[in-house]
């Protein structure tokens, strides 16, 4: 007759107890560890599972018990994740990182569409941002500017004066210290928006030498928290510039470009959003469709 199981509770908790208690860990993820890596004791113990015993199988097993329905719910693909990588920090420090399989084993997150604002919106949003004096127009070439360029809010604010070629219409683009530079298409009411804001109000708020486009009203380089309280989710314009690339016949590659995105994939979220117009293009161009 087999023996039962040797017990795991007094051996396992000490190793979580010793993990929790490591100074190579924040407070903050000390306390954000330690219920995943409690639950995950407790399960081992009930199956009476050694900590030393522990392999991709136990592991793809346990991932499998957390996405089970518990308590009338499921958890959420980003929570299971969560939990996965603290037992997997867990398990580094008790058994090795070598023990620890690198085997992917979470729930893919499921892929959340732009919330790309349709082309009414977009006209009501500029037309709001109509107004006199110089605040009001440099806002208004701003916003027009960050939609037609597909612009970060990091991007909008780090345009210097020299960046726009308004005779070649293009946009110089730069992302952080030292990032890498695109150049984009400068569309006509960007452009017509932003010569009016040069020449009728960006004198009167330019308090000094100041190579910045968009100035405060302090003469200072804008910020990104003003051109959230003008546009309180200006990320959406950048959605909806590619998500009306896209409608109008743009091919990822050219968006992926134009976004400055350095992968396809990172692209390809956007040919999600409109797939009658896929299925035009396809029908239009395979020669099999």
Request: proline share 6%; aromatic share 6%.
């Amino acid at each position: 007759m087999p023996l039962p199981a040797e017990p795991s509770g007094v051996e396992t908790r000490a190793a979580a107890d010793r993990f929790l208690a490591s100074p190579a860990l924040s407070e903050s993820t000390r306390r954000a560890y330690g219920g995943d890596v409690e639950e995950f004791c407790a399960w081992l113990d009930d199956r009476g599972t050694k900590l030393d015993a522990v392999d991709v199988r136990a592991l793809a097993d346990y991932v499998t018990w957390l996405g089970g329905t518990r308590r009338g719910k499921k958890l959420a693909p980003a929570t299971i994740n969560r939990k996965l990588a603290a037992v997997r920090s867990f398990l580094r420090h008790a058994l090795g990182p070598d023990r620890v399989p690198e085997a992917r084993l979470g729930p893919r997150r499921t892929r959340r569409l732009p919330d790309a604002p349709a082309g009414s919106e977009i006209e009501q949003m500029l037309a709001g941002l109509e107004g006199d004096g110089p605040v009001a127009l440099r806002n208004r070439a701003l916003i027009e500017l960050v939609y037609s360029a597909g612009l970060r809010s990091a991007e909008a604010v780090g345009l210097d004066l020299g960046d726009v070629d308004f005779e070649q219409e293009l946009v110089h683009v730069r992302r952080g210290k030292g990032g890498k530079e695109r150049v984009v298409p400068l569309g006509e009411e960007a452009a017509l928006w932003v010569a009016r804001y040069l020449r009728d109000a960006r004198p009167e708020l330019a308090g000094g030498a100041n190579d910045a486009l968009f100035l405060s009203a302090r003469g200072r380089r804008l910020d990104t928290s003003t051109l959230r309280r003008i546009v309180p989710h200006p990320h959406r314009l950048r959605h909806a510039f590619a998500t009306h690339l896209l409608n109008g016949g743009a091919d990822l590659r050219t968006i992926q470009e134009l976004l400055g995105h350095s992968s396809l994939s990172t692209t390809q979220v956007y040919s999600h959003v409109d797939p009658r117009h896929l299925r035009r293009v396809y029908d239009r161009s395979h020669p099999r469709s």
